[in-house]
């Protein structure tokens, strides 16, 4: 009389499970995508600083000739500009992240349901065999009170 519950809809659950697990895994990947462009921008802006400290510096040194004086606009134009690119990255990236967000959203409610459902349909199985045990108990009780009044 030992059986144990056996739930039909295991595989939709472990299904779903999986689809959550990788949605959470490719979430990992965007956020580690964003991290990686925010630290690009950070670079490119320290890299535009030090551009403006050794432009003081030679300037300051008054040892600047025509080649540099173009170099330094150009230099920092493009850094600029790669930034604006990047920051652009970033923003689709950001708008990626919204998706998966509600993409994981959508996929923990489906896990949620089955796995209600599996706890309703486990409780019934107990309550059904509880019942069983139960009934079981009372005729064994019933016998042995008319095995006693019969010797």
């Known amino acids: 009389m030992n059986k144990k519950f056996k739930f039909k809809l295991d595989g939709l659950l472990k299904m779903r499970s999986f689809k959550e697990k990788m949605i ?7 956020v580690k995508k964003q991290t990686e462009i925010r ?3 950070e670079s490119l802006k320290k890299d535009i600083l030090e551009i403006y400290k050794a432009q003081k510096e030679a300037f300051d040194n008054g040892n600047v ?3 540099m004086l173009q170099f ?14 990047i920051t652009k990255l970033l923003s689709q990236s950001e708008i990626e992240y919204s998706e998966k967000v509600k993409e ?7 896990v949620k ?18 019942k069983k045990m139960q009934e079981e108990l009372e005729d064994i009780i ?10």
């Open 72 to 85: 330094y606009p150009q230099f920092i134009s493009q850094k600029k500009a790669h930034i604006v690119e």
């Open 39 to 41: 630290e690009k921008i």
């Open 65 to 67: 000739d025509g080649r």
């Open 113 to 130: 349901v089955v796995e209600n459902m599996k706890e309703r349909k486990k409780k019934e199985f107990k309550k059904k065999l509880d």
């Open 24 to 30: 959470k895994a490719d979430l990992g990947k965007i």
């Open 142 to 151: 019933n016998l042995r009170r008319k095995l006693a009044k019969g010797s």
């Open 104 to 110: 994981l959203k959508v996929a923990m409610g489906e």
